[in-house]
């Protein structure tokens, strides 16, 4: 069996088990009692109003400038604790406002012993319109700088109603079943990376600059995959802030979506530099490399904390590969038309 072959076979083998694996078996387990009581403080401006029930409650604004919301802090969570948090919720006729947080939310927020820390905190959902009964949940990691936790949800700056019911908020651990899945499939990818890697390398006859970019390329990418999100979301906001304070026109002009660009210029380059080392191999190969490398990195982040695979994502990876590919075949027509027409000269 050829190399392009078993390349084949293991990617689709290694896909399917990936995706088999995350659903079926489960990641967390309840490791301590529920932490959530039924003391919940509420604040409401005006005409709104919060509405308890035996079950949960109900958020009611008709001010698109006020915030509605109902909170409950938890003292003493010890640094570390992977904490669970669960709801049923249903909105009606939610009308966002201005800013992004302008809509129907629920969410867990950590607050260290100076001030509530936005910057960790995490949303379980956070909805506009109307929506029927679904159980959403979210699970974050308590920083060692946390000293509670607060649960709010809330309808900020927007209006509409919004229910949530059977909210629970408890401990959990990692299952040793997912923790010894989760290394063999990282582990799989990694080899089937390595051999996507050295079937460009030691294909032909290149130069060792082309060589090294290629190393450099695979390892950028795999990099920027095994970044847990929390790592990637601050590197992305402290790039963002530099090159805001250095340019303003920059910040006025340019869409901000570091992840998106970088994932397409990684790409990008990484299809110019198959098209330059594989000039003799097949379409369907080369185009195999840039699409199974796409889906490999989105797939491998089911196991990454924090982060999540996108279609999108696959789709700009897929588009910067073949972007580089055929700026190189291009490249390669003209220079055989120039060639051709000066030997027909």
């Not at 290694?14 to 309840?30: K, M």
């Not at 009964?133 to 700056?157: C, D, H």
């Not at 901000?256 to 530099?273: E, P, R, V, Y």
């Not at 198959?274 to 699409?291: C, D, K, N, P």
Request: one cysteine or more.
């Amino acid at each position: 069996m050829s190399l392009f072959k078993i390349q084949c076979w293991f990617f689709i083998l290694l896909a399917g088990a990936t995706i088999a694996s995350h659903t079926w078996i489960t990641q967390f387990e309840q490791s301590g009692t529920e932490l959530l009581t039924n003391h919940w403080q509420y604040k409401v401006f005006g005409n709104n109003r919060v509405d308890l029930t035996s079950t949960g409650f109900t958020l009611f604004s008709n001010n698109a400038t006020a915030i509605t919301s109902i909170y409950q802090n938890i003292p003493e969570i010890t640094p570390g604790t992977i904490l669970l948090l669960s709801a049923k919720v249903k909105c009606n006729d939610v009308v966002a406002g201005e800013k992004p947080w302008n809509q129907a939310r629920l969410l867990l927020l950590q607050v260290d012993e100076k001030k509530e820390r936005w910057d960790l905190s995490t949303v379980v959902v956070s909805l506009t319109g109307t929506h029927d009964w679904k159980n959403y949940q979210g699970i974050f990691t308590v920083s060692p700088e946390t000293r509670s936790v607060r649960i709010i949800a809330q309808l900020s700056q927007a209006t509409g109603s919004f229910q949530v019911n059977d909210i629970k908020l408890y401990p959990v651990r990692e299952t040793r079943m997912f923790a010894m899945t989760r290394n063999i499939t990282l582990s799989a990818w990694g080899v089937f990376f390595l051999l996507l890697t050295g079937s460009c390398l030691f294909n032909r006859k290149h130069s060792n600059f082309l060589r090294l970019l290629l190393v450099c390329t695979f390892i950028s990418i795999i990099v920027g995959t095994t970044f847990p999100g929390d790592t990637k979301n601050q590197v992305s906001d402290e790039v963002k802030t530099h090159f805001h304070k250095q340019s303003e026109p920059l910040k006025a002009t340019i869409l901000w979506n570091l992840s998106k660009i970088w994932h397409f210029c990684s790409f990008l380059l990484l299809g110019l530099i198959i098209a330059l080392m594989m000039t003799q191999e097949s379409l369907g190969r080369v185009i195999f490399i840039i699409f199974s490398l796409a889906a490999g990195t989105e797939l491998a982040q089911l196991y990454i904390e924090g982060r999540t695979p996108l279609v999108a994502d696959f789709f700009i990876d897929t588009a910067g590969g073949i972007a580089g590919m055929v700026l190189i075949w291009l490249r390669k027509i003209k220079k055989d038309n120039y060639t051709s027409d000066t030997k027909t000269a």
